[in-house]
């Protein structure tokens, strides 16, 4: 029997225009017909195997991030909420740019690479990422990019080099954020984003930043 791909609780009804047709990176079965709202929670003060946790707004758990960059296999692993691989993280330390690379499952082999992600400079007051699909190997154009400030958690997404917003980040305080050294922030997903796609990109950018993330 196949496994049904559980939706979560969708955002509440607003005027987010959806997408004419769904907008699938890592597979449609993230593609939701309305908007999506989802909780990261990064676990700031604590030494484990996940880096932090996405749950939908109710709080069950949709995704972890297991691994550490800059640690000996240095990549990141996006598992579902039964733990099943999604896709891999990868930075490429040698590079001009800070270069990101995603790959299908726990591969880390280039025909199964579904985006790769760059800084599109090494000095940034704010953050400007640009995202290349697999398909897209000149890299003229970026296919999405993310613009905003990482610090004040309010990242948005976009496709290509257009307005047209595909998801978006504020952060959430809260007294128990501060107790328990936790950092949790909101994400809008748009209708018909792939939000498996959208959760990546948020961990690419906690691992671009977490040199210099002053907490």
């Known amino acids: 029997m196949e496994h049904e791909q559980a939706y979560p609780p969708p955002a509440a009804p607003s005027a ?43 709080g069950n758990i949709m995704f972890k991030i297991k691994g550490k960059f800059f640690s000996i296999h240095d990549r990141r692993l996006l598992t579902d909420a039964a733990g099943n691989p999604v896709c891999t993280l990868r930075p490429k330390i040698m590079t001009v740019h800070d270069r990101w690379q995603v790959f299908r499952g726990e591969s880390t082999e280039e025909k199964d690479l579904i985006f790769t992600v760059k800084r599109s400079s090494m000095i940034q007051l704010k953050t400007k990422l640009h995202v290349f699909l697999a398909t897209n190997p000149k890299e003229d154009v970026c296919d999405f990019r993310v613009e905003g400030s990482w610090l004040e958690r309010s990242c948005i997404i ?38 498996a796609f959208v959760v990546a990109l948020i961990a690419i950018l906690d691992g671009i930043n977490q040199d210099d993330d002053v907490e």
């Open 16 to 58: 987010y225009p959806p997408l004419a047709t769904p907008l699938s990176v890592i597979g449609p079965q993230y593609c939701y017909p309305q908007p999506v709202d989802l909780a990261v929670v990064r676990k700031v003060l604590t030494i484990t195997e996940g880096n932090f946790a996405v749950t939908d707004i109710n």
């Open 158 to 195: 976009y496709s290509g080099e257009s307005n047209t917003i595909l998801a978006q980040m504020h952060k959430k305080h809260s007294v128990e954020s501060v107790l328990l050294g936790k950092d949790k922030f909101m994400v809008t997903v748009y209708p018909n984003v792939d939000y």
